[in-house]
């Protein structure tokens, strides 16, 4: 087994990079990322970093998401070393996904250019063991409204940014509504493109006329929504609605709408290498679909073809007592004994 690191620019992070079996291109890379969410404010039977059993669960944060499949990959690893594999599996284990996807996007570069670039990629994110072929993507903004401050019992002086940034809160949801309706054929569950806004901070004091407000919001698109037509029509919105009249008491007053992340969906493609694999191993018929993010996407967009295939499920990650089922990681360890034949023959 090669084992190589591909660093964050500080050097105190590293994506780390495997390869068993022929040292060469192609083969299939089992990818999954080594962070998890907070545990703050949660409220956890147990210690949420001790791993607990408990009946037929394995209790514990990232459990779910998605260190159950990197335990399972790594637990695997004496077979597929024995197996003598006529094409390579490599693990690509990153780092600060869950605020991002930052790691492998230091990692995807060095694909082809100093590390054997995979033919696919399996993301091991909990989809229950079902193969799944697409995925939404996300984009996550902050939007700050400018006015002017002043005294709270002269308002039409000043230009209240919460009020102003209310309504651009009030335009999204009822432009989130617009994008679900355009998507209502997508397959995915929730249907079309969803909006959420997640926090709004603002103000200084309640006697005083709020001078900035700022609005942290996201939107998860299907693969068939252009995320720029989403901003185009916030900022004509905006400019049509919103600046005329804060400007026509400050024209300093602004508002500026900033990316903070940007994931990109993947796409269902009918000749994936990585989808028909996924559902040779696990006997699907078709593969499903996914609403959360991850890194398959990435690997698609960089010319890796990649499916969605881990145990568990979705609905228990980043929560209180978050688990796995047993069960779940013994179909999981099936699943690669399936995948070391495929590679050995």
Avoid at 207 to 227: G, K, L, Y
Avoid at 281 to 300: I, Q, R
Wanted: hydrophobic share 40%; glycine share 8%.
């Amino acid at each position: 087994m090669k084992v190589r690191l591909v660093h964050d620019d500080a050097r105190t992070k590293a994506n780390l990079f495997a390869t068993i079996g022929p040292e060469r291109e192609g083969g299939v890379a089992l990818s999954g990322h080594t962070d998890v969410v907070p545990v703050a404010g949660q409220s956890w039977s147990s210690d949420p970093f001790t791993l607990t059993e408990r009946e037929d669960r394995l209790i514990g944060r990232g459990a779910t998401d998605m260190k159950g499949f990197i335990a399972c990959a790594l637990a695997a690893t004496p077979a597929f070393k024995a197996a003598n594999l006529k094409v390579p599996i490599h693990f690509a284990l990153s780092y600060d996904e869950e605020i991002g996807c930052l790691g492998v996007r230091k990692l995807i570069p060095e694909l082809a250019a100093s590390l054997p670039k995979p033919r696919m990629v399996i993301v091991g994110e909990p989809t229950r063991m079902k193969a799944v072929g697409a995925h939404k993507g996300i984009n996550v903004f902050t939007t700050t409204v400018t006015g002017t401050d002043g005294h709270s019992s002269r308002p039409r002086a000043g230009v209240n940014a919460i009020a102003f940034a209310s309504e651009i809160v009030r335009y999204l949801y009822h432009l989130s509504d617009e994008l679900a309706r355009e998507g209502a054929d997508s397959g995915f569950d929730p249907p079309g493109t969803s909006l959420n806004v997640g926090t709004i901070s603002g103000g200084t004091a309640v006697n005083m006329i709020a001078r900035q407000c700022s609005v942290h919001w996201e939107f998860r698109p299907v693969p068939a929504t252009d995320p720029k037509t989403v901003i185009a029509r916030l900022d004509e919105f905006v400019a049509r609605d919103i600046l005329p009249r804060m400007r026509a008491i400050d024209p300093a007053a602004s508002v500026a709408t900033h990316m903070d992340v940007s994931s990109p969906p993947l796409a269902p493609d009918p000749n994936s290498p990585a989808v028909h694999l996924a559902c040779e191993l696990n006997g699907d018929n078709a593969p499903g679909t996914v609403s959360f993010v991850c890194e398959a996407g990435l690997y698609h967009l960089a010319g890796v073809p990649a499916v969605v295939c881990g145990p568990g499920s979705i609905a228990q990650a980043h929560q209180p007592n978050e688990y796995v089922e047993i069960a779940q990681l013994k179909a999981c360890e099936a699943f690669l004994g399936r995948l070391t034949a495929w590679a050995a023959r």
